[in-house]
């Protein structure tokens, strides 16, 4: 257990230190490269048949768990047997690559260097490499909602939903979420192509995120507190907005972050070139701001440093009550 506790912490570190260098080799582009060869193989556009791509998208989901979980746990078996050192260094990378806490803050501020110097082409460009919306007939306000919110909402889906799966399964459980992450934004679409072959890989995303997404919030209102933020307004905001969405999870950070901030988020959005109506997030206390990037990462960290605190602490805890 006290391997498993420090790999835990220093893969956290880790990602807090490097984030994920461009270039560098990573599971989730494994994931994905895996995910796109099994999604040429089994969906056929040209004839389309709803039941078959129900299955197969089932088929997919399964064969990708059963190999995450097959490879990664012969690798953390072997790095064990050889030597526990060997097993918690291994444990403490493959956490370190699971966790996008610097990732995140990193491709975001990159929207928001670009807003403060009025380069509102690059900052299109920059957000665009971040959230699933089209982003070419946004306005700098717009550019700028679009990145508050995928910092809000990845609080639980890049941070504290991956790092909460390796505290209670090690970085295979955690590999295994960022598998389920990695094809829902892949196929997980309520559009014509992915509509049933998706579904599979929607509903699993919805069932691993329902209980971390209400953990997230729980952390990040306290963060909110702690932080200096509007806590008070957050929660207002949180209690009222947090099943604002069409996904039962993906409202619920993005309601504190919004209370938090005191500004207005969501709201309809462009996918595909389709309009989708979506009811708003919070109350425009004021107008919402570049700066606002840079608060959000700020409550961001707060929430990751919450999380790995409290998680710390209940396996030390776990650890010391059991012997």
């Known amino acids: ?3 498993h ?3 835990f912490f220093f893969g956290f570190i880790l990602d807090m230190i490097f984030g994920d260098p461009h270039g560098f080799p990573h599971p ?4 994905g490269g895996l995910i796109s060869e099994l999604e040429k193989r089994l969906l056929d556009m040209e004839n389309r048949n709803p039941d078959r791509e129900l299955k197969n998208g089932k088929l997919l989901a399964a064969a990708v768990l059963l190999s995450v979980s097959a490879v990664s746990s012969v690798v953390f078996i072997a790095a064990y047997f050889a030597h526990p050192i060997f097993g918690a260094c291994a444990e403490a990378f493959m956490t370190y690559q699971i966790l996008a806490a610097k990732g995140l803050k990193s491709e975001s501020m990159k929207v ?3 807003l403060e110097r009025d380069n509102l082409s690059g900052a299109r460009k920059e ?3 971040i959230v699933g919306r089209d982003t070419d007939n946004l306005d700098a306000e717009g550019v700028t ?3 508050v919110e995928t910092v809000a909402e990845n609080t639980s889906d890049g941070v504290v939903a991956p790092m909460l799966y390796c505290a209670v399964g090690g970085p295979v459980l955690g590999l295994m979420y960022k598998a389920v992450n990695t094809m829902d934004s892949m196929i997980g679409y309520k559009n014509d192509k992915y509509l049933y072959f998706g579904r599979a890989a929607a509903k699993l995303d919805d069932a691993a995120n329902f209980l971390p997404a209400r953990i997230s919030a729980v952390f990040m209102l306290f963060s909110a507190f702690i932080g200096g933020f509007d806590f008070k307004n957050a929660l207002r905001i949180y209690k009222r907005d947090r099943l604002k969405h069409s996904s039962p999870n993906s409202a619920h950070t993005e309601a504190v972050c919004a209370g938090a901030l005191g500004v ?3 709201g309809d959005a462009v996918y595909f070139g389709k309009t989708v109506k979506k009811p708003f997030i919070g109350e425009a206390l004021r ?3 570049p700066e606002d990037i840079r608060r959000a990462n700020r409550l961001m960290y707060f929430t990751a440093w919450t999380a790995e605190t409290v998680c710390i602490l209940v396996m030390l805890a776990t650890w010391l009550i059991g012997g």
Not at 28 to 31: E, P, Q, T
Request: hydrophobic residues 60%; charged residues 30%.
């Open 1 to 3: 257990m006290i391997y």
């Open 5 to 7: 506790i420090s790999a």
């Open 28 to 31: 989730v582009r494994l994931m």
């Open 112 to 114: 928001f260097d670009r």
């Open 127 to 129: 957000v665009s490499m």
């Open 145 to 147: 909602k679009a990145a």
């Open 264 to 266: 207005r988020l969501a």
């Open 287 to 289: 107008k919402i701001e």
